[in-house]
Structures are given as structure tokens and as C-alpha cells.
């Protein structure tokens, strides 16, 4: 009696990770200098925001820079590649179509976002109109141009870069899909400060599209419609459309 063949595929993250030019302690110390650095030398230097822009373009101008000098540092002294980097552009339409379907979904997971966010205001200060009074404070009510493109287009694409690219393939070494996806979006939500219930909610998915695609276009789609869905609702309220 013969016995059945078991074929178990191999993670295909593991032969990622193994190959990726840097470890994950440096991953992670690149990413805290990302996040650290810019804020620092803002605030040295005194920098501040023109009219009508974001007001944390300085710092997002620094980490710009930063990720220039990362890359430089990636392909050049450790001879890194793009696919590594899940910047490979093999499958760019099956990603974008992936990502711009998987987009209708954003819009549900936000409101479950902001329904937690409701329900922790009820538990921590025993009043729902706390939530409210947050949702009128919200920075997506300001719809300027340069706000809207630094939020919607520079912050996507950059947080993409550090978080996912940097990051999770040399985390994937360690753990597993699950584990991976949870502590990484757990690392995204606090990076963006207070409270950080739609942010670890969109770090999800976000985590879950580059596992899901192994490229980062269709998580950058994924994260420019979850913030441009925030300013859809931040524009609701602004015109009245929307009584909070």
C-alpha cells in the first residue's frame, strides 16, 4: 500500500525574508529614526507649515529626504533590488485592479473604526457627544489643496515605504502571517499618535494587501482611499452634510 504524497508549499514570504539585504533590528532602527528624526529637526529648526498645507509637511519633507538616503543606502552599499522592496512592477495592473476593488471595502472598515471610536467614548468619558466633539476637531475637515495632497498622496505612499517595504518582509522571518499583519498595524496605530482606532483598523488591511499581493501598489491604493475616505466624511461635516 503506497503511502499518499503530502505536498506542503513553502511560505513564499520566508524565502523573502531570508533574501532581504538588511536584518530586521536595522529595519526597525530605520524606521524609528524615520519617525523621530524629522520631529526633532523640525522643531530645531523652527520649521513650520505654509498656509494652506498640511501642518506636518516639514517633518514629512525631512522623511522624504531620509527615505532618498535609505535607498541610496538599500540599492547602493547593500545592493538590494526592487522586488525586495515589493516595488516590482511584473503584475502593476492585476495590483492596481486588486487594490481599487479592495478599496470598496475601506469605506466599512472605517465606520466599524469610528463605531469602536464612538463606543470607547461612551466607556471612557460616559458621554457619546466626546466622540462628536473629536469628529468636529478632525484635520480632514480641512480641505485645502496642499493638505489633501499631503495626506492623500505624500503620507500614503511614504508610510507604505517604511512600514511595509521596510519592514515586514525581514518580520515575516520571525512570524507568522497573522502575528505579523497584527504587531506591525499595532506599531502603525501608535506611530499616528491619539487615538489610534481607524489607524490600526486601515494598518490591517493595509498589512494584509502586501502580504496578499507581495507589492506595494496595491496597499498605497488601498491607503490613499482610506485617507481620502476620511476626508469625504471630514467634508460631510464641514458642509453640514453630516450633523455631528
Known amino acids: 500500500m503506497s503511502v499518499p504524497t503530502v505536498n506542503i508549499l513553502p511560505d513564499p514570504w520566508l524565502e523573502r525574508a531570508k533574501a532581504f539585504p ?12 524615520a519617525y523621530t528624526l524629522p520631529q526633532l529637526l523640525s522643531e530645531q529648526l523652527q520649521l513650520s507649515a505654509p498656509e494652506g498645507w498640511y501642518k506636518y509637511s516639514p517633518q ?17 552599499w547593500r545592493k538590494g533590488r526592487a522586488d525586495d522592496l515589493g516595488a516590482s512592477v511584473r503584475k502593476l495592473p492585476a495590483d492596481l485592479a486588486w487594490g481599487v476593488a479592495a478599496s470598496l471595502g475601506m469605506g466599512a472598515l472605517y465606520l466599524g473604526g469610528l ?16 466622540f462628536w466633539e473629536f469628529v468636529r476637531r478632525m484635520p480632514m475637515q480641512d480641505l485645502s489643496a496642499g493638505h ?67 507589492t506595494i501598489w496595491a496597499s498605497i491604493i488601498l491607503h490613499v482611499a482610506g485617507n481620502s475616505i476620511l476626508f469625504v466624511f471630514g467634508w460631510a461635516v464641514k458642509e453640514g452634510l453630516l450633523k455631528v
Open 22 to 33: 538588511l536584518s530586521l533590528p536595522e529595519a526597525v532602527i530605520w524606521l524609528a529614526a
Open 60 to 76: 514629512m519633507l525631512l522623511r522624504g529626504v531620509l527615505t532618498l538616503i535609505l535607498l541610496g543606502y538599500f540599492f547602493i
Open 115 to 130: 463605531a469602536l471610536a464612538w463606543l470607547g467614548a461612551i466607556w471612557w468619558n460616559g458621554r457619546p457627544d466626546a
Open 148 to 214: 489633501i495632497l499631503a495626506v492623500c498622496v505624500a503620507a500614503p505612499i511614504l508610510e507604505e515605504f517604511w512600514f511595509r517595504s521596510l519592514v515586514y518582509a525581514p518580520l515575516r522571518l520571525h512570524l507568522t502571517r497573522g502575528w505579523a499583519i497584527l504587531l506591525l498595524s499595532v506599531v502603525f496605530a501608535v506611530a499616528h499618535g491619539w487615538p489610534p482606532v481607524t489607524q490600526f483598523i486601515g494598518g490591517l488591511a493595509f498589512a494584509y494587501a502586501y502580504e496578499k499581493r507581495q
